[in-house]
Structures are given as C-alpha cells and as structure tokens.
C-alpha cells in the first residue's frame, strides 16, 4: 500500500513539474474552454427564473414573485369575454318584409273581393279560396268575417291594413316589438273610424302578416365583438408582483399566473436568457483570459496555476449556485449575505497575487449580482469585500493575518449594508430584518477567512504550491532538514541564515520574493550534511581532508552537494522553487581553487577547466540569481582577514562582475541597475554583520595588577 502511495505521489509531482504541460498552448486553450463550460453550466440554473412543479391544491414553500413583466392572461380573456358580451347583435333593416307582408295582405283582400262577388262559388269554396292565400297566422273565423263584408268595405279594409303595416314596418321592428304587435296594431287603429267586426279584422290580417324586418348580421356582429376585445388593453403581471405568498394555496388562477411568467416547469425553455448568459460568460472569461495572457514573462501564470485558478473559480460557482438553489426551494433569502465571495480572491492573493484577484473579484460579483436576481447591491457587498479581503492577505506574515483580513471583510460588509438600507426609498427601516443582514455580513467575514486557512493547504498540498504560509512554515527551524544541518553542518547552517539575510534584502529591492529567497538560501545547502567535513566552514580543525586527495575527486565531492540537496529536498517534498535555489545556487561556475591545484599536479597538461565546473544548470529567476550572488558574496566576505567597506564592496562588484563576465546571469531576468542596488542592500546587511568590534582588555591582567 505504501509503495502504491509513494508511485502514485511521484507520478503526481512529475506532472505537476513536466514543461510540456506547464507551457502547452494547447492545454492552456482547453482549461480555458474547460473553466466557461463549466461556469456556464453550474451557474445557468441560479441565473435563469426557477421551475416550479405545482398543482392545483399544493401549497408553495416559497414567497414567488414574478421575475419579469408579462401579460396576465386569465384575467385579460376574462376582461374582453367581459366587453364581447356587452357588444350588441348587429341587425340591418330589410324592405322586403314590409314588402311582402303588403303583398300578403293585398292578395288577401283581392281575392276576398273576387270570391265575394263570385255568386257561383259556395260558402265552402270561398272560404277554401280564401284560406289558400290567407297568411297562415290568419284564423279561419277571420276569413269568414272577411267573407261577410260587402265588396266596398273590402277596399277600405285593405287600405288601413295596408297603411298600418307601412307605419309598423317601414321603421325597425325587432322581435322585442313583435311581442308587443298586438298593443301597436289597436294604437294604429285608433286613428281610423271602423265598427268593431272591422277593428277585429284589420286587426287579425295586420298581426298575420307582421315579422321583425330587423335581419341579424353574423360577420358583422363577430368583427365588433372582435375589436371590442382588441379594445381592452392587457392586464399585466407587474416584475416584482407576489404572485403567491409562502405556504399559500396553489388555485387555478395562481398557476396560471406562473405559466404566464414563465415559472413552471411546463414552460418552454428560455432560449434568450441561455443565450445571453452563455455571451456574457464568454465575453467574462475571454477577458479575464485577455488580462492573464498579457501579462509580463515574469508575471505569467503557467498552466498548472491556469488550473489552481480555474478550480478557484469553480468552486465558487458552486457556491453561488448552491445558495440560489436553496433560496429557491425555500430557505430564507437572507442566506445570500452569507456568501463568503471574498472567499475566492483572497486565495487568489496568496496563491498567485492581488492583480489577478481584483479581476477576479469583479468578475464574481457580477456573477454573484446576477445570481440573486440581478442586485445591484450584492454585486457592490460582493465586490467591496473581494478587494478588501485580496488586500488584507497582499503579505502574509503569519495565519493571523487572514483573521485580521476576515475582520476587516466583515467590517466593509457591514458598512455595504448600513449605505444599503439608508438609500432605501422607504423610510421605514426594519430593524429585524437589518439586524440579520449585519450579523450574516459579519459572519460573512469570518467565514471568508476561516474557509481561506481550510482549504488553502489542500491547494498547496494537491499541486505542489509554494506560498507565503508554505514558506513561513519551512522557515522554522525545527523543520527536519533545518535541524539536521544544524546538528550535521552548524557552520553551513549559520552560512546560511546570513545568505538568507543577504538574499531577502537583496529581493525587496528589486521586486523579487524575499520571503522564497529567505527559506530558498535556508535549504540550498542541505546536501553538505552527507560529507560536511569537506566544507571549510565545519572544520573545526586545521586539518583539510581535501590535502589527502587528488583535485578532481575533490571537486566531484564539492560539486555532489548539489544533486545530494537536491535528492534530499525532494524527498522531503519541498516545492520546485526551493529546489531550483539548490540546484542552481552555483550555476557552472569553476571551482578555481582545484583547478588551479590540478593544473600545478599535472604534468602532461590535460587539465581543462571545465572539468571543473559545476554541472548548473544556470539561475531562470531573479531569485534563484540572487541566492547564487548572495551565497558567493557571503563566503568571500567571511574569508577576508579585514573586511572593510571598501574592500568589502570591492569584494561584491568584483563577483557580480564574474558572474555576468561568465554568462552566469544569462538566462534570468536581472538588470544591471538591479545588480548595483543589490550592492547596496549587501554592504547595509553586511555592516551589521562584519561590523568593526573594540578589543576588551585582558582581565586577568587587571586583576593582576591591582592585586585581586
């Protein structure tokens, strides 16, 4: 099992550790690609309205506002059912009732008059003449009045007929006033001087032939019912609008209210929403790609920490996403106060630095914003506590640093706020409500901090991080490495402390790390610890064990201090940046010393110096650079018998000048100007180390001769 463990943490570290995937353009182009789909995917459903699966009678857990404007269309159908039920039918008067009813009654009274005179016809013919023309609302005891009236009369009749249907049907005469016929026709006949068999006659053939000559219109009564309904403006459901309480009965109407806004899971996707969040992830992570990909050399992050950075950005997506998942099904809208967004950038500082994290910052509370239904006041809580937090651990010096940092998260929170609730239109503040909001921001905070140091060491643990923390941690002295130089090699380890003091003086000049320089010049000569006896600086004795050796066994002893280091480190899973200290504190310098003895030993001439280098490689970085100046400068100083500041800044330029003159500083970004202000920060640190001391009187003399 621990053999498993040890490949499977070997392979880890060498893909951590292998150029190709650091550099590949093709690997960066995927992650990139990666960390969209995956922002887009996690955090569509918190940006999109949420999808209800109610039926009528359930109960919603939730207080469910409508999340745009939309037209209600229950209460619109009803209101224009409402103004289509007031339109009234649509009637044309047609002439030819009127007509025909005259017809009726004129060929009604010609045949009367033809069979009255008719002496050749019975009784019964008439009347089946007469009953063959007759209306037939006409009674039979009507024509057998009619047949009774003298040819004459006949006449008149038909002329009061005839005028009292011209005055009832040349106006409109609907079924209304159909009903009311028999009225109308006795009004008629008062204006005519007849006996009453007369009246009664006029009056049974007028009502016999009478018909509403008011024809309904169908098209036309249909097209004012329609623009009668396109009359009534919609009834909306106002954004914002509470469509129904928390625990409030779901009716018809209320579920209907919610497909009309689009909140039911039966609605159709909204296509436009998706799209647009799919361009604003696109155009959020192009750009913050754009501001990565353009920073300097030095700057640059490679694509291992494109990953940390990725993983950071994820993780809170999740969070965001998690929060409007369990606001949406119920859970108080105040937790989103809680969302520790400072979270993000903080660990953004300490693993890369602050630049990145304020980009960062902006980009997650704009998400955070949108996520809460697009608040503006939680993308300005978001954001002003990511760059009060991404400052806060700017240097880290020691894990209080980051509850200082939640303190003052907190602080800012709670000011956001107190702005927030003060610009409120309404003067009446809730003072419950606020008193929640300030304790969550507060919380928010600490939680933000406490969840940094939580998951920080995963990160640096996972990849191989080295961070402010990390290096503060192996800078203890009782790390075991440290502790066995101590023990094993005290001269290398006290030359190695003033080295390290040396190289972050140096570092903080010119904007290099100086706490990686600190711990890096700690650690870069643990490999003397296997032979430390062949390093002049632990002999305590006058006796060099390199007299008793050939030249070039000594030099291969000196030089293996290097790869044993290096072994060492890497067993101890130290982080590649120290361990680029340790293999490249001496670049390919010469060991000057042995050769020069084995060219004085050789007799045939073959000796060539670089037989006697070191195997490098040379420094990439300004601070495995300055740890190789500071490491040589430190062992010339100490071996000058009077280290005064002239010589001793002699001493320095003359092995800066070496260096460059050897193409040592050829492969690290270092300036010249860099180079001479390090001069300066060595001889300050130096005074303070080599400085001029008083010789004390011999006390025993003394003693001597005041005769104590």
């Given at each position: 099992m621990w053999t498993f463990w040890e490949t499977w943490r070997q392979a880890v570290r060498r893909w951590r550790e292998d150029e190709r995937f650091r550099e590949s353009k093709r690997v960066r182009v995927a992650i990139w690609v990666s960390l969209a789909l995956a922002m887009y995917w996690l955090l569509l459903g918190s940006v999109l309205?949420?999808?209800?699966?109610?039926k009528v009678g359930q109960t919603s857990p939730v207080t469910i506002v409508a999340p745009t404007t939309a037209v209600d269309t229950a209460a619109t159908e009803q209101a224009r059912a409402a103004a289509v039920k007031r339109v009234p039918k649509q009637y044309v008067q047609s002439q030819a009732v009127e007509i025909e009813a005259l017809n009726q009654v004129d060929q009604l009274f010609t045949t009367a008059e033809q069979v009255v005179t008719d002496k050749t016809m019975s009784r019964t013919q008439r009347l089946d003449s007469l009953l063959a023309v007759a209306p037939r609302k006409l009674d039979v005891?009507?024509?057998?009045?009619?047949?009774?009236?003298?040819?004459?009369?006949l006449a008149m009749l038909q002329n009061v007929c005839d005028r009292i249907v011209h005055t009832l049907l040349d106006v409109p005469f609907n079924e209304s006033l159909m009903e009311e016929a028999s009225l109308l026709v006795d009004r008629q006949l008062l204006n005519y001087s007849l006996d009453r068999v007369s009246q009664n006659i006029v009056q049974n053939v007028v009502l016999s032939v009478l018909r509403p000559n008011m024809i309904y219109q169908a098209e036309?009564?249909?097209?004012a019912q329609e623009q009668a309904a396109r009359s009534v403006p919609p009834i909306l459901i106002h954004e914002g609008q509470v469509i129904v309480e928390r625990n409030g009965v779901i009716t018809p109407r209320v579920l209907q209210q919610l497909q009309d806004v689009g909140l039911l899971s039966s609605n159709r996707p909204n296509y436009a929403m998706s799209a647009g969040f799919a361009l604003y992830i696109l155009l959020s992570v192009g750009l913050l790609a754009a501001y990565v990909e353009q920073r300097s050399a030095r700057r640059r992050l490679d694509n291992l920490m494109l990953v940390v950075l990725g993983l950071v950005l994820v993780m809170m997506s999740v969070l965001i996403s998690v929060t409007k998942t369990i606001i949406n099904d119920g859970g108080p809208s105040s937790i989103a106060y809680l969302v520790p967004v400072s979270l993000g950038p903080m660990l953004i500082t300490v693993?890369?630095?602050?630049?990145?994290?304020v980009v960062v910052a902006f980009y997650l509370s704009l998400l955070y914003g949108a996520a809460l239904d697009f608040g503006y006041w939680f993308t300005v809580l978001g954001f002003v506590g990511s760059l009060v937090g991404a400052y806060s651990v700017a240097k880290v010096t020691h894990r209080g640093t980051f509850m200082r940092a939640g303190f003052f998260v907190s602080g800012m929170n709670a000011l956001v706020i107190l702005a927030m609730n003060l610009l409120q239109h309404n003067s009446e503040i809730d003072v419950h409500a606020v008193s929640l909001e300030f304790g969550l921001g507060l919380l928010n905070g600490i939680a933000s901090a406490v969840l940094t140091m939580g998951i920080l060491p995963f990160?640096?643990?996972?990849?191989?991080?080295?961070?402010a923390i990390h290096l503060l941690e192996l800078s203890n002295p009782n790390h075991p490495l440290l502790r066995k130089l101590l023990l094993e090699a005290p001269g290398t380890y006290h030359h190695s402390l003033i080295v390290g003091n040396l190289a972050e003086a140096a570092a903080e000049l010119v904007g290099a790390d100086p706490l990686l320089c600190r711990v890096g010049a700690y650690y870069h000569d643990v490999g003397k610890t296997k032979?430390?006896?062949f390093f002049v600086e632990n002999q305590m004795t006058k006796e060099n064990p390199h007299d008793k050796i050939a030249p070039s066994l000594s030099h291969l002893i000196i030089t293996s201090h290097v790869s044993d280091g290096l072994r060492m480190l890497e067993e101890a899973g130290l982080p590649k940046p120290i361990r680029e200290i340790c293999a490249t504190h001496h670049g390919t310098t010469i060991l000057w010393y042995f050769y020069n003895k084995a060219r004085e030993m050789d007799k045939t001439g073959t000796v060539k110096v670089d037989d006697f280098r070191y195997p490098g490689p040379k420094p990439k970085t300004?601070?495995?650079a300055i740890v190789m100046i500071c490491d040589a400068v430190e062992a010339a100083v100490r071996s000058m018998?009077?280290?005064?500041?002239n010589r001793v800044e002699g001493v320095i330029r003359k092995i800066i000048r070496d260096r460059l003159e050897d193409g040592q500083l050829d492969e690290c970004d270092l300036t010249l100007q860099d180079l001479d202000a390090m001069v300066g920060a060595f001889m300050k640190t130096l005074k303070g180390i080599y400085h001029a001391r008083i010789e004390y009187p011999d006390l025993d003399k003394i003693r001597k001769e005041v005769g104590r």
């Open positions: 309205p949420p999808r209800y699966h109610f005891a009507t024509l057998k009045l009619l047949l009774t009236v003298k040819p004459s009369q036309a009564t249909r097209a693993l890369m630095d602050a630049s990145v994290a990160l640096e643990s996972a990849f191989g991080l080295l961070t032979r430390p006896m300004r601070e495995c018998s009077r280290p005064t500041p």
